[in-house]
């Protein structure tokens, strides 16, 4: 069977991971559905990212009198953030009179703290854990690190080059979060398999019933080319698996109307008719938190073309 060339790239990505699937253990059972009635909601999670990481890939030294630099970070449609603290490492210049200078540490414009420059600490590698207040963070948000520096009393030079204050870019975010249940509505889309407000690299598993032959793979690489366009600069993955699905989080299941395992429908009251082409959003039957993007059809040629509209 011929493959477009649009997909190469993808379709030996999957059956990479296809292979690594095939290696892997046999299928275990599926879960009783009593149990999965029973799972509890996933508990809080957390989180640490370093300025470096977030975009901030350089030592940051903040001159002058009003020396500034932003940093940004964002949070998933999918999650409530119940604490965030910034780890921030920093010093200061020997020649900053403390009484008229700090460095102020602010959070989508509000301040969040203001460390002092006496004289006893200036020059040495510091420390400090500021916590956040929850409520000042949004989707998309900005740590804003200014000095406020004063090398004399008197008319001063605003780009003297005594004033000055390093943060280093190891310095850490946290973030606890706890996930929130989205509805099962392919206006949602994107969300929840791929969020722009989530910054990290995108890992999203994809699951075969059968093993996919190469009309099925066709199908998958369409799926993943839009993901991996989607994530852009953050890069992705798309674990493979044939032996069931993951425990936890969102995943893509790609399979005809007779390979598709009824117990995927546990957790929603069953699947979907499939009368043709057919995309649906379902609740991960292990994870009342995630999604399966079901991408379905009576044959492959029907399975390439609900990846198509999708």
């Not at 893509?252 to 699947?271: F, H, K």
Request: with cysteine; net charge negative; glycine share 8%.
């Amino acid at each position: 069977m011929r493959i477009r060339p649009a997909f190469p790239a993808c379709v030996l990505t999957l059956l990479a991971g296809l292979a690594h699937a095939q290696a892997q253990a046999p299928a275990a059972p599926a879960a009783p559905t009593e149990a999965i009635a029973d799972a509890a909601p996933a508990p809080s999670s957390s989180r640490s990212s370093t300025l470096r990481e977030l975009g901030m890939d350089y030592e940051i030294t903040l001159r002058g009198i009003q020396g500034s630099a932003g940093v940004p970070f964002g949070v998933r449609t999918d999650e409530i953030v119940d604490a965030a603290t910034l780890h921030l490492k920093y010093s200061y210049s020997p020649a900053l009179l403390p009484e008229l200078s700090h460095i102020k540490v602010s959070v989508n414009g509000v301040t969040v703290a203001s460390l002092p420059t006496d004289g006893a600490n200036a020059g040495k590698a510091l420390s400090s854990d500021i916590a956040i207040d929850p409520r000042l963070v949004s989707d998309y948000n900005q740590v804003n690190l200014q000095l406020i520096g004063h090398y004399t009393r008197d008319c001063e030079d605003p780009d003297h080059t005594s004033l000055w204050a390093n943060i280093d870019a190891d310095s850490t975010l946290s973030l606890t979060t706890t996930p929130v249940a989205l509805a099962n509505d392919l206006a949602l889309l994107p969300l929840p398999f791929f969020d722009t407000h989530d910054t990290r690299k995108l890992e999203l598993p994809f699951y075969f019933p059968q093993r996919p032959d190469l009309d099925t793979l066709q199908a998958a690489g369409i799926v993943s080319s839009w993901f991996g366009t989607l994530a852009g600069y953050r890069g992705a993955a798309f674990p493979v698996s044939t032996s069931g699905l993951p425990a936890t989080g969102n995943a893509v299941v790609i399979a005809t109307a007779a390979a598709l395992p009824p117990e995927l429908g546990a957790a929603s009251g069953g699947l979907p008719a499939v009368h043709g082409p057919t995309v649906a959003v379902q609740p991960n039957p292990g994870d009342p938190n995630g999604k399966l993007l079901l991408v379905l059809g009576r044959n492959a040629e029907e399975l390439r073309q609900a990846a198509t509209a999708l």
